[in-house]
């Protein structure tokens, strides 16, 4: 509920906030086309999956699946819905009125050429400077829902992992040690006294 309830605030924003013109046809299109290029690298992903299962080199059995054909035809609709506007529209017809009509693609290319700045400072950039890597964790929530966490795992954090391994590797050699040791030492007292009993029951023999 709390996911539709959002949905329908930005809904409701998006519909009421931009005048109507050129910003609301705008803020459409805006939202409509990075839809597209996500839904068609989406859809190319799982025909790559699927290429990838028939060759053997995966196994990938999903209990839904959405097919060869359907997922081709997705895949080619978004494909034309990222290149037709491109097209200059016809003589008296035109996206907007004062706007360039390729203009929300240039932007909504410009908005994921900054979000790939972002991850390559944030995931590429910040952690060499300051000695850490991005892992991956799986976390189950309060929901009972597994999910995945990204994590910092600073260099000292590693060394120091490392080095009670090794400390932990150690003591354990040490103590296989001592037990093999230990049972030298027993294995010798039992062969001495069985020796000792050989040689008094000889003894006695003799005499």
């Known amino acids: 509920m709390v996911g539709l309830f959002q ?8 519909i009421i906030a931009p005048p109507p013109g050129d910003a609301y046809n705008f803020v459409l299109n805006l939202i409509s086309y990075p839809m597209n290029i996500i839904n068609f690298i989406i859809s190319a992903g799982l025909l790559w ?3 990838q299962k ?6 990938w059995n999903p209990p839904i699946r959405a097919g060869y054909v359907i997922t081709t035809f997705f895949t080619l609709v978004n494909l034309y ?3 037709c506007p491109y097209i200059p529209p016809s003589n008296g017809e035109s996206v907007y009125e004062s706007l360039p009509y390729w203009i929300h693609c240039v932007v909504s290319w410009g908005i994921f050429a900054i979000g790939g700045l972002y991850y390559l400072f944030w995931a590429q950039i910040m952690p060499r400077f300051r000695h850490y890597r991005l892992e991956t964790k799986d976390v189950l929530g ?8 990204i994590i910092k795992v600073y260099d000292n954090d590693t060394e120091i992992k490392q080095s009670t391994n090794d400390d932990d590797d150690i003591s354990n050699n040490s103590l296989e040690n001592i ?3 230990l049972e030298y030492i027993q294995s ?11 040689e008094v029951h000889a003894r006695t023999i003799d005499h």
């Open 7 to 14: 949905h329908f605030i930005i809904c409701l924003i998006t």
């Open 49 to 51: 999956t699927y290429w």
């Open 54 to 59: 028939r060759q053997g080199k995966i196994e």
């Open 81 to 83: 819905l990222i290149i």
């Open 142 to 149: 309060e929901d009972g829902f597994w999910k995945v966490k």
């Open 179 to 181: 037990e093999e040791h």
């Open 188 to 198: 010798g007292k039992k062969s001495k006294g069985g020796d000792s009993d050989t």
